[in-house]
């Protein structure tokens, strides 16, 4: 299976948190938190929603920043929501944590052996964690019946893109961040196994949603408050976005888009986004 359970923690009625250690990300100890659906039982399996979070966050930002466990507690969806590293956590890095074989292979196959999980999937993220969603699903075709990112970035092979992503790698992570992903041209093979964009054609039959502000500027879910450097992750991501959605009409791929003005890259939006495209998850989720 290629990952150990450490310890098990009941945090509540459906919550419960593992510590685990697997072989794909070594040296390292990870927090995975599991909502069980409401009357869970071993005797049947269950639709598994995968949900990643963002950079500089652990596995403990869906509960504590939006009301997930409240809102599915009646679809029947075994949730799972892993740590994905401070900075780079969704792809299989070229020397490096294998962070994608772990998502994807290691956690399914814990879930399916701990709290029988089935084979009906769908994943989803925020900011960085948007973009290990729609890697996950793109790099592995059949495997998740719906995708959807939040202010994540769609490509990373852009000047713009690549810079930031290897800058923030670097100063997040504390590492070199061409470890992850190596030089950008010297090294492009590994850089497009990694780009959604370049593997868009294997979103080919799953649901894809996207999402993302176009200004940066404080919306109407955020406080009054002055122009922040921060700010600035919306407008990059969203440049992303456009070139995305045009390789998915030009492969016969639908997909919907929520793509508003104003809003801060930031959970309050989040929160929206995931109650606008839970009907579309959840119905992907149920189809036989």
């Known amino acids: 299976m290629g990952i150990e359970v450490l310890d098990e923690e009941r945090a509540g009625d459906r919550l419960r948190v593992l510590t685990v250690r697997t072989a794909a990300v070594p040296a390292a100890e990870l927090a995975i938190r599991v909502l069980l659906p409401h009357r869970w039982t071993a005797a049947r399996t269950w639709p598994l929603l995968t949900l990643h979070h963002g950079g ?15 809102l599915s507690r009646d679809d029947g969806v075994l949730i799972v929501m892993p740590d994905g590293g401070r900075a780079g956590g969704y792809a299989d890095w070229r020397r490096g944590p294998q962070w994608q074989t772990f ?3 290691h956690l399914h196959a ?16 925020v900011s960085g964690g948007g973009y290990g969603a729609l890697l996950s699903a793109a790099a592995n075709p059949g495997t998740f019946r719906f995708a959807a990112a939040f202010s994540g970035p769609c490509t990373i092979r852009t000047a713009l893109s690549a810079t930031t992503l290897l800058a923030a790698t670097g100063a997040a992570g504390r590492v070199n961040p061409f470890a992850m992903w190596g030089v950008p041209l010297v ?10 964009l370049v593997l868009a054609a294997g979103l080919r039959g799953t649901g894809v949603h996207l999402s993302s502000g176009l200004t940066g500027r404080p919306g109407p879910l955020d406080p009054a408050a002055p122009w922040s450097a921060a700010n600035l992750a919306e407008p990059l991501v969203r440049a992303t976005i456009r070139p995305f959605l045009r390789r998915l009409r030009a492969l016969g791929i639908p997909a919907t888009a929520h793509l508003y003005r104003d809003g801060t890259h930031d959970w309050p939006y989040w929160q929206r986004e995931l109650h606008r495209v839970w009907p579309k998850l959840t119905a992907s989720l149920r189809t036989p």
Request: overall charge positive; hydrophobic content about 40%.
């Open 56 to 70: 500089l966050d652990d596995s403990s930002s869906w509960i504590r920043r939006t009301d997930v466990e409240r």
């Open 103 to 105: 998502h994807v292979h």
């Open 187 to 196: 090294h492009d093979r590994h850089w497009r196994a990694a780009d959604p």
């Open 110 to 125: 814990l879930m399916r052996a701990r709290y029988a999980a089935g084979r009906v999937r769908a994943v989803a993220g």
